[in-house]
């Protein structure tokens, strides 16, 4: 979080009518497929709503997942108003190491522009591929993959695209992204602390891996919303805004349903077209949303495989709710906004706080995994259930490694151990043992659940983390 606060203003006084938030609020916590945890809204240069659902706090980062991209669009085009790159370069001629090993013509015409817009000429995501082509160094993996038509002809959603633009920029810069971007937009427009997950090559990711607050989302979409500029300052070179953002490749699929759906309006350098105006965003529902007609920026973070879902519901409450003129009048409404937005709160999982009175087998029981293996993430291969003086530990083993949380406190019990956690849940009946674990800097919840008849216990990921990372790395990286 910034310690330099973002100016706020009540919501009435920028035209924004809090009932329509409210309905968004409402809409996101009765639907079962979403787990929202943070919106801020901006209308007009100032902060009019912002909550976060407990145990999520603003102060905490959070994993991005793919609005990573838009960051690293942002880096690009720094790097490219300082005549470091030329988006119309062949990417290979940044890497002139591997001009022996790329034949393929189109690989080899391949610009920054194509890597920059999705448009390499691969007609699939190339992840897998490339890896296999080379593990250790994903460019040169990546430019082994021949892509199937011309560059700049296709639209494919592509990783190593994105890892590409990035690693072109670490090396051009002869910096990380994010030491890059410190002097350049991180402090300027008041960006806490990030960090970013690196490879096995020590570059940070790029197309993924950003860990940043709510806040940090919110003032990167003001600062689009402002054409580059912050405070009167120009930071993004003239132009870059406009060329960023408007669609350098078709993504429709000329169906009638494409016009219902916000990933087929197109698409820029590393950001989204969408049905009003256009986004970066990451998976399970990191969204920074840019509204020029509107003027307004809508920054969330959540867990949920129903991303247009979320879209449409905000089409739906917060569009009309931004007006041409402020309202008058609605002192009431807005406090009520206020006071809710400061309980937001995830409800904790059911279970009471210890087992039934007398039954001590619970004490020092240890659990395989149900069916003999855990073939899903995470690779826990044994829980173990203590009791001591302060309560009940549920012990999870994985990879030799052991993570111990707390159960049976009221609600959320939160750790800032690592990685941190907040754990909630207890004995849903005799037999059984259910605790939900939120990895706190990221989308992620875990569901264990023991049976002690048996001895067996699951362990399932409500959103599963995309990249197979061991459960005491589900965190920010640390310096």
């Not at 329509?20 to 809409?27: I, M, P, Q, R």
């Not at 250790?136 to 993959?145: A, C, H, I, K, S």
């Not at 023991?450 to 362990?459: Q, V």
Request: one cysteine or more; proline letters at 8%.
């Amino acid at each position: 979080m910034s310690d330099r606060p973002l100016p706020t203003a009540a919501p009435a006084a920028q035209g924004v009518d809090a009932t329509g938030v409210h309905a968004f609020l409402d809409a996101l916590e009765a639907d079962p497929a979403i787990e929202p945890h943070s919106l801020m809204i901006m209308r007009h240069d100032r902060l009019v709503a912002s909550g976060w659902w407990a145990p999520y706090t603003p102060q905490r980062p959070h994993l991005l997942y793919s609005l990573s991209k838009s960051f690293t669009s942002t880096a690009a085009g720094l790097a490219a108003g300082e005549g470091l790159l030329d988006f119309d370069d062949p990417v290979i001629s940044y890497f002139p190491e591997f001009e022996a090993d790329i034949t393929d013509p189109r690989s080899r015409a391949m610009l920054v522009r194509h890597v920059a817009s999705m448009a390499s000429g691969h007609e699939a995501e190339t992840l897998d591929r490339a890896i296999a082509n080379d593990r250790d160094e994903l460019v040169r993996g990546f430019l082994l993959v021949p892509p199937e038509r011309e560059p700049g002809s296709v639209f494919a959603y592509n990783q190593p695209a994105t890892y590409t633009l990035a690693a072109i920029v670490q090396r051009v810069t002869g910096q990380s992204l994010t030491e890059y971007l410190r002097p350049r937009l991180l402090d300027p427009i008041g960006i806490g602390e990030v960090a970013w997950l690196r490879d096995r090559a020590g570059r940070e990711q790029g197309f993924s891996g950003l860990h940043a607050t709510t806040d940090a989302i919110a003032r990167l979409g003001q600062l689009y919303l402002r054409d580059g500029v912050w405070e009167g300052e120009r930071l993004l070179p003239e132009g870059w805004v406009a060329e960023a953002t408007r669609v350098h490749v078709d993504n429709g699929s000329g169906t009638p349903e494409a016009a219902l759906s916000d990933w087929q309006q197109g698409y820029g350098y590393q950001f989204w077209r969408a049905r009003h105006g256009y986004r970066g965003d990451g998976a399970y529902g990191q969204f920074c949303l840019v509204l020029p007609e509107h003027d307004a920026v809508i920054a969330t973070t959540a867990a949920t495989e129903a991303m247009q879902r979320v879209l449409d519901l905000a089409w739906e409450h917060l569009l009309p709710a931004f007006g041409p003129e402020p309202l008058s009048g609605r002192e009431e409404a807005d406090t009520a906004l206020g006071e809710r937005l400061a309980r937001l709160a995830l409800p904790p999982a059911a279970g009471k706080s210890s087992p039934s009175a007398g039954d001590r087998d619970w004490s020092g029981a240890e659990f395989t995994p149900e069916g003999g293996v855990c073939v899903d993430q995470p690779k826990v291969t044994g829980v173990e259930v203590t009791a001591d003086a302060d309560g009940w530990t549920l012990g999870l083993t994985e990879d030799g490694h052991r993570l111990d949380l707390r159960v049976g406190d009221a609600g959320w019990a939160v750790t800032e151990e690592t990685p941190p956690t907040a754990v909630s849940g207890g004995w849903t009946d005799a037999d059984t043992l259910a605790v939900d674990v939120l990895f706190l800097e990221t989308p992620h919840r875990l569901a264990v659940t023991c049976s002690l008849p048996d001895r067996t216990f699951t362990a399932k990921w409500r959103t599963t983390p995309l990249q197979r990372l061991p459960l005491r790395a589900m965190r920010a990286p640390r310096p």
